[in-house]
């Protein structure tokens, strides 16, 4: 059941193009805001605080309820960030399932772990970072000049 649902995740409200849900990568901040339907809120940056996350808002699939960053180059959505305390295990597994065994990782036994894939038929890179307790899955524009090596 969570495999569908990270499906979801994925693909609903997706274009064949590269694009997170509701966003459209290279958005401002005020369309994020807008898509999102109130989702999503401005974040002042502050002292301390991440400087290219503009947007933050929840975001739930299925039993899986995150809070999402947007992040931006200057004004422009570069990608979005979900993250997640509790079930990160299910949603690696969820993850293995979906993009399959063909990823890079690097990580620290005990520590914590990294997955990234390369999704070209959607357009999207994503990774997943595992910190014990907490994650993080991160989805961005793929480089289609990156698609052939090096």
């Given at each position: 059941?969570?495999?569908?649902?990270?499906?979801?995740?994925?693909?609903?409200?997706?274009?064949?193009?590269?694009?997170?849900?509701?966003t459209k990568w290279g958005m401002s901040p005020e369309q994020v805001l807008t898509a999102s339907g109130g989702r999503a809120v401005i974040?002042?940056?502050?002292?301390?605080?991440?400087?290219?996350?503009?947007?933050?808002?929840?975001?739930?699939?299925?039993?899986?309820?995150?809070?999402?960053?947007?992040?931006?180059?200057?004004?422009?959505?570069?990608?979005?960030?979900?993250?997640m305390d509790g079930a990160c295990g299910a949603l690696r597994g969820d993850l293995l399932r979906l993009y399959g065994d063909e990823f890079?990782?690097?990580?620290?036994?005990?520590?914590?772990?990294?997955?990234?894939?390369?999704?070209?038929?959607?357009?999207?890179?994503?990774?997943?970072?595992?910190?014990?307790?907490?994650?993080?899955?991160?989805?961005?524009?793929?480089?289609?000049?990156?698609?052939?090596?090096?």
């Amino acid at each position: 059941m969570r495999y569908t649902l990270l499906l979801c995740i994925v693909c609903v409200g997706q274009p064949a193009e590269a694009h997170w849900q509701y966003t459209k990568w290279g958005m401002s901040p005020e369309q994020v805001l807008t898509a999102s339907g109130g989702r999503a809120v401005i974040v002042e940056a502050g002292p301390g605080s991440d400087a290219d996350v503009r947007n933050r808002g929840p975001y739930v699939s299925g039993d899986y309820e995150f809070t999402a960053s947007f992040h931006y180059k200057g004004s422009k959505l570069t990608s979005v960030s979900l993250g997640m305390d509790g079930a990160c295990g299910a949603l690696r597994g969820d993850l293995l399932r979906l993009y399959g065994d063909e990823f890079q990782t690097i990580g620290v036994p005990g520590l914590a772990q990294s997955y990234f894939w390369k999704d070209y038929k959607k357009g999207n890179a994503v990774s997943f970072l595992n910190f014990g307790t907490h994650c993080v899955l991160t989805y961005s524009e793929v480089d289609p000049k990156t698609q052939d090596g090096l």
